[in-house]
């Protein structure tokens, strides 16, 4: 582990104080707290691709298995150009935490390419997707480890993994990967379910906070499958959404951008640079706007010890993993501004991927609105399970839901048997 070599803004930095702090809280035996820092099973694979032009590049691919004691490791697969191990690490942890937390049957897992896929051809991801599944053909499966989308990943690469891994087992093996197509197996309502979740208790945070949606105010930064979702539900239930962003270009308008519009624009050009519903204004700004709910729907560390301070939004929800640094989250306590913590504001996505996967096990299909009457159950009981505890200890959102999943996870291992 490279971790003493890390600075603050790094997620396996936060992670692991994270832990710390619960470990701490819930008076761990530090033996099960070394356990719970460190991976259970890691893979780094070469992952070499014939380019259209025909030469060859050699990208490294991750998969890690932080924990497996609830249950097969579940997590998304990242291509992006920043990708490291690490980072890996630190999601696969905060995906252990998360399952737990949300009570679903999973240990955490998460994977990735150091990649970008906006340099590729559609041919070129596929041939990548297939080989890096390729290499990881053992160490998945519906029982092992489950895979599932994250940034620069979507259906259709869940598509060419799930058949990767039909085409060497020899028959049709749809519960190794969820969020795929509907056509193979994919989930009524997974598309939406992350972004659904994260507006859900967004907003059961503002109705607690004594706020009014409607008529109330949002910024949200990223524009991807989770922040585009976040952005729209947010505006369905009656909000201004004043800012919104990807990588190229942050937009604000004090009337309110039309989240539609927007959709369809970026549908057309990419990305939201250049819609003229909006201003542009700098990147940093976006996350100071003086908003009601403030939604970080991108990557990890951009709220840190150095602009905490600056954030005048009253409610942070976290649909991004990783957003909030801790020192950014000491801050933010003494400023009174509520975080509700990404294991539990985006866990809606792994929630309907566990529905998936039951789904695909058993070969019968939900109904759409089965689907989402479950899911908002489980955010909402999840909700009222970490602000009932912030309330009964006086902890922040954060400390209650990673020490009632960490006890979760290590109640786990100790019936199980520890050090064996
Ligand atoms: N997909 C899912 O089901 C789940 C995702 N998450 C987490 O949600 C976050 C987003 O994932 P997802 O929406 O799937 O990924 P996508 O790849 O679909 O979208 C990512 C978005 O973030 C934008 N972005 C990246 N960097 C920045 C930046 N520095 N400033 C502003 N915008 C930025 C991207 O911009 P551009 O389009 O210009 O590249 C894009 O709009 C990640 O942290 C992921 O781990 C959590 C739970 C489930
Ligand atoms: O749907 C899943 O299995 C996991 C999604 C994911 O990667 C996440 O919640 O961060």
Request: proline share 4%; aromatic share 6%; charged share 20%.
């Amino acid at each position: 582990m490279t971790v003493e070599a890390l600075t603050e803004e790094q997620p396996l930095v936060s992670a692991r104080r994270q832990l710390s702090e619960a470990a701490q809280y819930l008076s761990l035996d530090e033996g099960l707290h070394a356990m719970l820092a460190h991976p259970r099973r890691e893979m780094t694979v070469g992952v070499p691709l014939r380019h259209d032009g025909g030469h060859v590049t050699v990208f490294t691919g991750h998969r890690v298995q932080h924990n497996l004691s609830r249950g097969p490791a579940k997590g998304g697969i990242r291509f992006a150009p920043t990708v490291n191990l690490d980072e890996v690490r630190a999601l696969a942890m905060w995906m252990t935490w998360k399952c737990a937390l949300i009570d679903l049957p999973y240990g955490g897992a998460k994977g990735g390419v150091t990649i970008d896929p906006r340099l590729h051809s559609r041919a070129e991801l596929e041939r990548v997707t297939r080989r890096y599944t390729s290499e990881l053909a053992g160490f998945i499966g519906p029982e092992r480890d489950i895979p599932a989308p994250d940034i620069g990943t979507d259906e259709q690469t869940m598509a060419w993994m799930m058949d990767t891994i039909s085409v060497a087992r020899g028959y049709t093996v749809p519960g190794v990967v969820t969020g795929k197509p509907l056509h193979i197996g994919g989930s009524r309502g997974r598309a939406d379910a992350t972004s659904i979740g994260v507006a859900r208790v967004g907003l059961a945070a503002l109705e607690n906070a004594g706020i009014a949606a409607d008529g109330g105010t949002a910024a949200v930064q990223g524009f991807g499958k989770v922040g585009a979702g976040t952005a729209r539900f947010f505006s369905e239930a009656g909000m201004r959404v004043v800012g919104v962003s990807d990588q190229y270009a942050a937009l604000y308008s004090e009337r309110g951008i039309d989240i539609a519009a927007l959709q369809e624009y970026v549908g057309r050009h990419g990305s939201v640079a250049g819609f003229t519903g909006a201003d542009e204004i700098e990147h940093d700004d976006l996350l100071e706007l003086d908003v009601d709910l403030l939604a970080p729907c991108a990557v990890e560390g951009v709220i840190t010890a150095h602009n905490a301070e600056s954030i005048r939004a009253r409610i942070i929800v976290e649909g991004a993993n990783g957003p909030t640094t801790p020192d950014a989250d000491l801050i933010l306590k003494d400023k009174g501004i509520d975080v509700v913590p990404d294991i539990l504001a985006n866990s809606g996505g792994v929630v309907v991927s566990y529905f998936e996967w039951v789904q695909a096990n058993q070969a019968y299909w939900w109904t759409a609105n089965r689907v989402e009457s479950r899911l908002v159950e489980r955010m909402l009981a999840g909700w009222a399970l970490i602000r009932d505890e912030s309330v009964r200890t006086g902890r922040t959102l954060r400390e209650s839901a990673t020490a009632i999943a960490v006890h979760r996870v290590a109640e786990a291992h100790k019936v199980r048997g520890l050090y064996p």
